[in-house]
């Protein structure tokens, strides 16, 4: 007789259900207890230990010792390998048997010497497949190897997730046994847990909330664990309730898989390659188990690392590319940082990226794919406009602290105005895991309903890979079309973006920066990395440009394409959004520190050889070359080398270099035209140059005054420091308008208290700015430098704290329109913020920040929420204050972090955070600052090529050779508003003879302009970033000039193609 309906309690019902599948409760008579069945241990196990990462083949030739399940091994980094001998049952044939495998740290499994799968706890991913049905003539005994790594999925925190390593830590495996997996009882506890989850999810007031509840109820009550002929009835429930159909209105989510792998963050580039390997291999088995299933992959840089170092595992990826289950999405060799690389190393990145997939998998990528970045420039919808990409996806705004952003689907409007669709995943998140609720989360959080019905779910473990597992795949199969929930498609990005376009009428814009009210910090965390990789941008850019030259003037001269590649990934690699950032562990920032100084190390030979190349041929004497990188006529006091180690000034003007008054340099003549190259004989051969600036442009002494004050004037601007080495006033001379508020002083250093809620590398919170404390100097201390000649200069030192010290030097130079502030710290603070502040007789409701290849305005002011959480922001070279007819613009040669409040100009300097490395910033650091007056708008007064100016010097290159007798110039540009901003081989270049010439539009403006070059130029054509023709064909060449029209911000890019050299 049937038992009678009875009354059920919601609570009850519902925690009966969960404790029937419940890993933690009842386990001796639940259904999750009889998941796997007969276990056995392995036959014989046995490990080697090791500080190195060993290739395979290596590390199964080492002496393997006897080892059992609970052996400590370690520490942190180290390897572990296991070799694993097994023997399975006679009595399992006919049953699926598993390796369990419980360790905590990351393990990679390799059977007949081939990766098979990673085992990763925290990745919910503890068993190995062996076999889905032992057959009768299967070997009953193999060899396994595990590589574990000594390391979780998220490194080896102490005591948290972002605390800096704990270098002793020591692991171990629990659990290496044989055992029998019941798929029946899987399949089962799929079923039941998906709904407890639409029971929870829609909750007590729904219908259909209630049907999954008393449906899971029911598949207890006849479901025995014990009797496996119970299953197939409580099957048939589960299949009925999924099979329940929903109207054609549902919301359609594209679930794709997904494996976010930092590059480097809590472990060092190394890990990566096998959290790569570990993450990947298992991706190949769910794509071969789970034809439906696809998988988006982005960083070329991961995938040739995997191309390396496992070529096996790299053939099948692209065996799957092929089928169309894994597509490398992104376009870029890093999901690099947003915010701090230059346009031009942003460029690099699409172009090094697409490159790498076209090459290796066949297509370029058709989606810029960048989910974890803090933040995202304005001028990045222009580069992947010119890169082949319309789509981007990303979810980080979704960690706005302050205000949420208003769309997940909408069209993204660059500086240019260049427009690409763009997709935040509603779900907020890039690791999704299949469940109920993220599934419903992506429906009712959507902020476009109404006006697009489609949803991307990246499900997979990411940050510190782990990636997919079958579990979650299977729920989401499961959930393709029922009742009560969206329609859930294993999907492909293609899919998602071709489904958005189709019904994008209704879409919204957002104009300009996507900027992250979050992670203000990593503006300025660790200024080492910031600094090299602003000195290794502008290294490469010299590198290219004189390699350029030295191919136009030598037939000889091997362009170096293959080590500029190779330096550029390096440099590209740093860009990753927590290396450049600075939110990685000790180990990552001294391997970046180490890449740049191979950067360095390599360029200064690269820019010797082409100096070598440039002077071959010449007339006349040794000499130095004095080259100009920059597209404009300079003016400029330059150090020269002298005997002995020692440096002498002189001035470069016009056309010729004149030694400064008492400094006579050893080689006298020095031209230095626009915009590129000069040369310096030696003397005293035809030295034509005064013994004495012109009286016009000599520099006065900067006298002394009886308060203990010093005065430094140019002519130009006059700045007067405060005996402590403050700025009490600067005047631009001509108009004797004074440019510090009144009543107030410049150069003023402030210490902030710097405690965020959690994420130390990352965050400045608001708060901070209520603790601003003014570092008070020492009247006494400020002397003067240098005195009259071409530069004039003060210095001082200032105690910061009983622990930190700065020195600085103020710096006046002959026809320098800014006064420099060189500055040594030497910094041992802890959760301290070190600023500098410059209050402007200007008033205006908003600044201007350099961005790349362009600028940008924000406001001033906090009047609504949105102004107020960008208390702190970046900016590259310059950022401005102006007012109508006058403005203030500050420049730096290596900082990023910045803001103006009303009317004070704030330049980030340095941190003190403590994870997750306790060491960041702790030492001396070297950097400069420049402060410019001006008349008119920045745009007039020059403050864009003054930046570039402080960060680009002027070379001057020992000649090995004789240098050119006479200045000559490659390139100019006849409009101020277009900066011609990298020269180099092109990519595809016949003969080598093709130069890649960018250029883009700086002020703001729609310009015409003539480009003039002195090269051989046999033919010329636009080309997009990725250096594809413009199908127009070739461009008007006459008399060597180019006609160019610029848009607003527009970046171009020309092929020029040089004339065969003469026999």
């Not at 208290?753 to 404390?773: F, N, Q, S």
Request: glycine share 8%.
């Amino acid at each position: 007789m049937a038992a009678a309906p009875a009354l059920k309690h919601w609570r009850t019902t519902l925690e009966r259900v969960e404790k029937f599948v419940s890993p933690l409760y009842f386990t001796d008579c639940n259904l999750r207890g009889r998941l796997f069945g007969d276990s056995c241990p392995v036959a014989e196990l046995s490990s080697f230990l090791t500080p190195e990462r060993l290739p395979y083949q290596e590390a199964v030739q080492q002496d393997f010792r006897p080892a059992q399940v609970g052996d400590s091994f370690g520490p942190t980094w180290w390897t572990c390998w296991f070799r694993v001998e097994l023997t399975i049952p006679e009595a399992w044939v006919g049953q699926e048997v598993h390796l369990r495998w419980e360790s905590d740290g990351e393990g990679l499994v390799w059977r007949d010497g081939e990766p098979v799968q990673g085992l990763t706890k925290e990745g919910e991913k503890t068993s190995y497949i062996l076999t889905d049905k032992l057959g009768e003539k299967d070997p009953r005994s193999l060899t396994l190897y595990v590589e574990v790594a000594c390391n979780g999925l998220l490194g080896a925190g102490k005591g948290s997730m972002i605390a800096a390593p704990d270098p002793e830590k020591m692991f171990q495996v629990s659990r290496a046994e044989l055992a029998v997996f019941h798929r029946d009882v899987y399949k089962l506890l799929v079923d039941l847990e998906l709904l407890l989850g639409i029971a929870k999810g829609l909750g007590e007031d729904n219908q259909r909330s209630f049907q999954a509840l008393y449906t899971a109820n029911q598949m207890v009550n006849v479901c025995d664990p014990a009797q496996p002929e119970t299953f197939p009835v409580a099957q048939a429930l589960a299949s009925k309730f999924f099979g329940q159909r929903w109207g054609e209105s549902q919301h359609t989510i594209h679930a794709m898989g997904h494996c976010h792998i930092d590059t480097a963050w809590l472990w060092p580039f190394k890990e990566t390659v096998r959290k790569c390997a570990r993450s990947w291999v298992t991706v190949v088995q769910l794509m071969e188990r789970n034809p439906e299933f696809i998988f988006a992959c982005s960083q070329a840089q991961q995938l040739e690392w995997v191309r390396s170092h496992y070529p096996g595992l790299h053939a099948r990826l692209q065996e799957f590319a092929c089928r169309g289950q894994f597509v490398p999405v992104g376009g870029t060799w890093v999901e690099m940082d947003g915010n701090l690389p230059s346009g031009e190393s942003m460029v690099r990145q699409f172009l090094q990226g697409q490159n790498f997939f076209r090459q290796e998998f066949g297509k370029m990528c058709s989606e810029f794919w960048l989910p974890d970045t803090f933040g995202y420039s304005a001028q990045l919808p222009q580069i992947m406009r010119s890169c082949g990409i319309k789509r981007f996806l990303t979810q980080k705004l979704s960690w706005n602290l302050v205000n949420s952003f208003p769309h997940h689907t909408f069209f993204w409007e660059g500086l240019d105005g260049s427009q690409v669709l763009a997709h935040f995943p509603p779900g907020d998140s890039y690791g999704m895991q299949g469940s109920v609720e993220e599934v419903l989360k992506t429906v009712a959080k959507n902020r476009d309903k109404g006006r697009t019905n489609h949803s991307a779910f990246l499900f997979g473990f990411g940050d510190g890979g782990g990636g997919p597992t079958q579990t979650m795949v299977d729920r989401l199969k499961r959930l393709c079309n029922t009742d009560g929930l969206p329609r859930v498609q294993l999907s492909s990005p293609e899919r998602l973006f071709s489904a958005l376009e189709g019904h994008s009428g209704q879409l919204c814009t957002w104009v300009g920066e996507l900027f992250l009210e979050l992670h203000n910090g990593t503006y300025t965390t660790h200024a080492q990395i910031k600094k090299g990789n602003r000195e290794c941008e502008r290294i490469l850019h010299d590198v290219e440009l004189l390699s350029s030259l030295a191919l136009a003037r030598s037939t000889q001269f091997l362009y170096p394409a293959a080590l500029l590649q190779d330096l550029w990934r390096l440099l590209l690699l740093n860009q990753f959004h927590d290396v450049v950032t600075g939110s990685c562990i000790q180990l990552v920032a001294e391997e970046a520190m180490c890449h740049y100084e191979d950067i360095r190390s390599h360029g200064n030979t690269l820019l010797s050889a082409a100096a070598a190349a440039l002077c071959a041929g010449e007339p006349g004497p040794e000499g130095l070359l004095i080259v100009n990188t920059l597209p404009w006529k300079r003016t400029e006091v330059l150090a020269l080398p002298r005997p002995g180690g020692a440096h002498c000034l002189g001035m470069s003007w016009g056309e010729k270099f004149l030694p400064s008054p008492g400094h006579r340099p050893r080689h006298g003549l020095c031209s230095c035209p626009h915009p590129h190259l000069t040369a310096a004989p030696a003397a005293p051969a035809a030295c034509v140059c005064s013994a004495r600036a012109p009286a016009d442009l000599a520099s006065r002494p900067p006298p002394t005054k009886t308060d203990g004050s010093v005065t430094l004037d140019n002519g130009i601007i006059r700045v007067r420091l405060d005996p402590t080495g403050r700025l009490t006033s600067l005047v631009l001379v001509a108009s004797g308008r004074e440019a510090i508020a009144e009543g107030t002083v410049g150069n003023q250093f402030v210490l902030f208290d710097d405690v965020p809620l959690y994420w130390d590398a990352w965050d400045v919170m608001d708060y901070h700015l209520e603790t601003r404390k003014p570092v008070l100097g020492q009247a006494g201390t400020l002397a003067v430098g240098t005195e009259g000649g071409v530069r004039g200069s003060a210095w001082f030192l200032l105690q910061i704290s009983p622990n930190s010290r700065l020195s600085q030097e103020v710096v006046l130079d002959v026809g320098c329109p800014y006064v420099r502030f060189h500055t040594e710290v030497h910094w041992h603070e802890a959760h301290k913020f070190l600023k500098v502040e410059f209050p402007a007789r200007v008033r205006s409701p908003q600044a201007t920040y350099e961005v790349q290849f362009g600028h940008l305005q924000r406001p001033t002011h906090y009047n609504t929420s949105w102004d107020w959480a960008r208390f702190e922001v970046w900016a590259h070279r310059w950022m401005d204050l102006s007012e109508h007819g006058f403005g203030l613009a500050l420049l730096n040669d290596c900082k990023y972090g910045a803001s103006v409040r009303g009317n004070v100009l704030s330049l980030s300097l340095l941190r003190a955070p403590k994870s997750p490395d306790a060491t960041v910033d702790m030492g001396r650091h070297e950097f400069t600052y420049a402060l410019m007056p001006h008349k008119g708008s920045f745009q007039d007064a020059g403050v864009i090529p003054a930046a570039y100016s402080l960060n680009f010097p002027l070379l001057a290159l020992p000649a090995p050779g004789p240098a050119p007798a006479a200045a000559w110039s490659a390139f100019s540009v006849s409009s101020p508003a277009v900066v011609l901003e990298t020269v180099k081989q092109a990519e595809t270049s016949p003969q080598g003879r093709t130069l890649l010439l960018r250029l883009y539009e700086a002020h703001g403006s729609h310009s015409d302009c003539w480009l003039h070059t002195s090269l051989p130029v046999q033919e010329a054509v636009l080309c997009d970033l990725l250096e594809r023709r413009d199908p127009t064909g070739p461009l008007l060449l006459r008399d060597n000039r180019l006609k160019l029209t610029f848009a607003p911000f527009q970046v171009q890019s020309l092929l020029l193609l040089l004339q065969p050299p003469p026999n």
